[in-house]
């Protein structure tokens, strides 16, 4: 079946420093990429949407320079939260909609912590 | 705009006992809905969809049946066990949303089982 590989699944991070997160579609290509937030005991929060080769669409309330989004190959996005400070801390999670049958599949999730 | 209303938790059931959840749309036109499952620390893994109305999706003996003239897609099982203990979400992709069929969320029902 369809996979997303998702990492790393826990970062431990400085604030000031920046983090990458990794989605790989390992055995399909991903049409479309959503990125996620997730906090505690609570839903998740569409942060962007990104297509292969363009720029990211980013929800309201989302800062574009602060949660960068690369979607450079149908199979592979990135997240990297810039300059990251405890309140950036959260659950984030990746998911990719498949160009086949308009399936989606979910990453495994990205626990990341700013001390 | 799109929305999904979850029935709140959390649940609490002893093992055998018949789950229900409840949940609700709106959309603008025809959407698709789906069940997601997550178990804790992880991501979402599809549970069950219905893409058109009087479908049955099911799975691992949950069901759940897309009825356009209430709007809904209640989540069942009939005899619950303790690996059954997750989050549920329900969830819609409407594609005349025109938002690059993107998932509306809702909350999130918190089912634990005991033995």
């Known amino acids: 079946g369809a996979v997303v590989s998702q990492h790393p699944s826990r970062v431990i991070c400085k604030s000031g420093t920046s983090v990458k997160i990794e989605c790989r579609s390992l055995?399909?290509?991903?049409?479309?990429m959503f990125w996620y937030r997730q906090f505690p005991k609570q839903s998740l929060m569409l942060m962007a949407t990104?297509?292969?080769?363009?720029?990211?669409?980013?929800e309201q309330g989302v800062e574009k320079d602060k949660f960068l989004i690369n979607h450079a190959s149908l199979t592979l996005s990135t997240l990297t939260v810039t300059s990251a400070h405890p309140e950036d801390s959260s659950f984030y999670i990746c998911?990719?909609?498949?160009?086949?049958?308009?399936?989606?599949?979910f990453g495994s999730g990205t626990r990341l912590t700013v001390v | 705009g799109d929305s999904v209303t979850q029935m709140e938790g959390p649940v609490t059931l002893s093992e055998e006992a018949f789950l229900t959840i409840n949940c609700t749309y709106t959309?603008?036109?025809?959407?698709?809905l789906f069940w997601y499952v997550q178990y804790p620390g992880e991501g979402l893994q599809l549970l069950l969809k219905?893409?058109?109305?009087?479908d049955k999706g099911s799975n691992k003996g949950f069901e759940a049946t897309y009825r356009k003239e209430t709007t809904s897609f209640h989540l069942e099982k009939g005899s619950v066990q303790v690996s059954d203990s997750a989050v549920y979400f329900c969830?819609?992709?409407?594609?005349?949303?025109?938002?690059?069929?993107?998932?509306?969320f809702g909350a999130g029902t918190t089912v634990t089982v005991r033995a």
């Open positions: 055995d399909f290509q991903a049409t479309t």
């Open positions: 969830a819609l992709s409407d594609p005349a949303s025109r938002n690059d069929y993107k998932l509306s």
């Open positions: 959309a603008t036109g025809y959407p698709s």
């Open positions: 990104s297509n292969e080769g363009s720029k990211a669409t980013y």
């Open positions: 219905a893409t058109k109305a009087d």
């Open positions: 998911s990719a909609r498949r160009r086949t049958n308009y399936g989606y599949t």
